[in-house]
């Protein structure tokens, strides 16, 4: 949720920096452009003002005027010296009365023929084009020279706009770095707000973990965050208050019953051996009634044992999960050998975090299950290995496996498949063994083994971590 929440957030903020930026850039390059523009039409004004009583070509009678003539062209090879703009005055007949530099002529096209052409109507050059630091190279300004209400020549100046661009460019740059300032702090402004908003979700996700995976005493710490997630934390302890009263008393409930059940149940069973000593050996009847009598009594047993392993705490330590996993191989071989199945152990040494008690009653509990399945001849295999995080104890074996559909039901409460319920048991052991293992961080998994059988993954944590 981090990684989609804070992406948005930066692109708003972006957006709304790029909204602010990109005027605040063309109002900058306007602005400099403005600013040479006036400046341009104040030389252009001067220079008009001098050529105004210089209205006629160069005359060797006329003193006053050619010395007019000499002012107005020391004046634009000055400027032309001192800022590099090309100026010149040019009659209505495109002669010049005076420019700078010497080469420099009225073109026949262009901007500065347009800007001569609008300067003959006695109108001064409209605001030129935007200028970009990537664009034009030169700037042009007219302004017409009038004598008695008529113009009679025109002052051109076409001036480079190489330093213009320039302050335009370094602008640019000034607003980008405070663009990228802005951005970077934003980002900054972005990954708090996102924290302390979504603090209180990441608590509560853990929590659920927690909760999911057997720790039913976990609880939603005090965090900050926004009032409407720090409702929610406060209505999710509430919740898990609830579920887990609810249930504590169920497990009260099976713990009592199987508890107060097993009393009356002996009793019953002693006066069936009672009965039993009065008819023939052979009765069928009474070895029935005594056969589901020790069967009810094993689901009671197995009951209150499944009550005991969700309700304990488990003692977690450091554990050799290979010698562990030996220990129980060595115990379960000679009842695997009296059934005909070859019980195998590769059980090198690895340490994992885990209740050695409920580790062993959880293998128990399955590699009863392989060998009580396995047909005669067949063998049993359990193998231990481990990894950074993990140990895992894998028993396979070769009897007649599960489906697919059986898969997703297998440890659940009572249930057995359909094609092995002459098969001695209650259905608990293995949710028995869920139960050990969930205490302590652990789980158990099933899967299919090829040709046939079935591959049981008890996983354990390797740290404390994983408790």
């Not at 060998?371 to 028993?395: H, I, L, Q, R, Y």
Request: hydrophobic residues 45%; glycine residues 8%; proline residues 5%.
């Amino acid at each position: 949720m981090h990684t989609r929440l804070l992406p948005l957030l930066i692109v708003l903020m972006a957006a709304v920096l790029l909204a602010l930026g990109v005027p605040l850039a063309v109002s900058l390059a306007g602005a400099q452009q403005q600013k040479v523009v006036v400046d341009r039409i104040d030389d252009t004004a001067r220079f008009a003002a001098l050529a105004q009583f210089v209205t006629e070509p160069a005359d060797p009678a006329g003193g006053d005027i050619n010395e007019r003539r000499e002012t107005l062209s020391s004046e634009l090879r000055s400027y032309h010296e001192v800022y590099g703009i090309r100026a010149g005055v040019f009659y209505r007949n495109d002669s010049p009365m005076a420019h700078a530099p010497d080469d420099w002529f009225l073109p026949r096209a262009g901007e500065v023929r347009d800007a001569f052409e609008e300067a003959l109507l006695s109108r001064r050059s409209h605001d030129p084009e935007q200028v970009w630091p990537w664009q034009r190279s030169s700037l042009v300004v007219a302004s017409p020279v009038i004598r008695d209400g008529d113009v009679v020549a025109v002052v051109v100046t076409d001036s480079p706009t190489g330093q213009m661009r320039s302050r335009i460019l370094q602008g640019w740059l000034v607003i980008f770095a405070g663009e990228a300032a802005a951005m970077l702090l934003a980002v900054g402004a972005a990954l708090r707000l996102t924290g302390w908003v979504l603090k209180p979700v990441r608590v509560l996700d853990a929590t659920t973990h927690d909760i999911a995976t057997g720790r039913l005493k976990s609880r939603v710490a005090a965090a900050g965050g926004p009032p409407e997630l720090r409702r929610l934390a406060h209505s999710f302890n509430e919740m898990a208050d609830n579920v887990e009263s609810v249930l504590e008393q169920q497990r009260a409930f099976v713990a009592d019953a199987s508890h107060q059940l097993r009393n009356p149940l002996s009793a019953l069973l002693l006066r069936i051996e009672l009965l039993a000593l009065e008819l023939p050996e052979d009765n069928e009847e009474i070895a029935s009634v005594r056969a589901e009598g020790k069967r009810l009594a094993q689901v009671l047993d197995d009951l209150l044992d499944l009550a005991l392993a969700e309700h304990s705490e488990p003692h977690l330590q450091v554990t050799d999960i290979g010698a562990l996993a030996a220990e129980r191989v060595a115990a379960w071989a000679p009842t695997a050998e009296a059934k005909g199945v070859r019980l195998t152990g590769t059980c090198p040494p690895t340490t994992a975090w885990a209740d050695p008690v409920t580790l062993s009653s959880a293998l128990d509990a399955v590699i009863d299950n392989a060998v009580k399945f396995t047909p005669a001849g067949e063998t049993v295999e359990v193998t231990v290995t481990s990894n950074g995080d993990t140990s895992t104890v894998v028993v396979t074996d070769n009897g007649p496996g599960l489906t697919e559909e059986e898969l997703t039901r297998v440890g659940d409460r009572f249930w057995r498949s359909g094609r092995h319920q002459n098969i001695k048991g209650s259905g608990l052991g293995l949710s028995i063994s869920r139960a050990l293992l969930a205490a302590g961080g652990g789980s158990i998994a099933y899967e299919r083994h090829e040709p046939h059988g079935l591959r049981v993954i008890v996983t354990v944590p390797r740290s404390g971590s994983g408790a």
